[in-house]
């Protein structure tokens, strides 16, 4: 079983009960299936709760989903929405595009360094473009711009806050290996918000997060990095701790 199947089994594991209980729950929020430009290959999610904006706009919570990054995480994320953010959140879920079948299996979110052969954009091009969309159809709060990414997009969310026009003010990087010579330079990580969550039973070494945390923190950046039991996955009060990683994010925001 290659890694892509490994995190996307249990994931998607993960995500079923969090399925069960959506489908379960009432019709709480709106969600929109779209596609940035027009692009087939550029197709996200929108998912809110019903009403209008905040007077500072929506705050933005980007969701880049692990294992194959695909649209069958639209159950569990869209539970993120329901039962992990308060109100006045636009939650957005980006869905990984299949470049090539053999090199997709492992590449889910392919960038500048780690490209996949047919690709047309990088995962930083696609974000840009849905962003760019999103801020024309609706008032958002530049001040509230999140990303929650994990596993096999954890990369990526690192990259998205080095990028100096991604305007990302938090990360939340779940359960995901720490690449050093796949982002460049940390200098942009200065003042910058992570929250860390990893499992010591993750086949994924913790020493990674605590890598990450070290290095991030050296660069001049806030980081908290949070533990949980279990191993790869979700796993426990999965809703509850997200939750915990915004509100952090949000008061390192506030602080500032």
């Known amino acids: 079983m290659n890694l892509r199947s490994i995190i996307g089994f249990a ?6 009960s969090a399925q069960i209980h959506g489908q379960d729950g ?8 779209v596609r940035a430009g027009g692009d087939q290959n550029k197709r996200y999610f929108v998912i809110r ?5 905040p007077k500072a706009g929506w705050k933005t919570v980007f969701v880049l989903p692990g294992g194959n990054g695909g649209a069958d995480f639209n159950p569990f994320v869209t539970n993120i929405a329901r039962s992990a ?10 869905v990984a595009p299949m470049w090539d079948a053999a090199e997709s299996k492992n590449i889910v979110w ?17 974000f840009a473009a849905v962003r760019a ?3 024309k159809a609706e008032r958002l709060d530049p001040r509230h711009v999140f990303t929650l990414t994990w596993s096999s997009s954890g990369t990526n969310g690192y990259l998205l806050s080095l990028h100096q026009d991604s305007g990302v003010t938090g990360t ?18 200065k003042g910058h918000p992570y929250f860390l969550y990893h499992s010591p039973q993750d086949f994924i070494p913790f020493a990674q997060a605590e890598s990450a945390r070290d290095a991030l923190k050296k660069a001049g950046a806030l980081v908290q990095l949070h533990s949980y039991q279990g191993g790869h996955g979700w796993h426990g009060d999965t809703m509850g701790n997200i939750r915990k990683g915004i509100e952090w ?4 925001v506030k602080a500032k």
């Open 110 to 126: 392919p960038s500048e360094k780690l490209r996949v052969k047919g690709m047309k954009f990088t995962t930083s091009e696609f």
């Open 85 to 94: 953010l308060p109100e006045g959140y636009l939650v957005v879920q980006l």
């Open 133 to 135: 969309e999103i801020a």
């Open 172 to 189: 939340f990087v779940a359960m995901s290996v720490f690449q050093p010579a796949q982002l460049g330079s940390l200098n942009r990580a």
């Open 11 to 16: 994931l998607l594991f993960a995500s079923g």
């Open 249 to 252: 994010l949000e008061q390192q």
């Open 26 to 33: 009432p019709a709480e929020v709106e969600i929109k299936d």
């Open 49 to 53: 709760r019903p009403g209008e904006p």
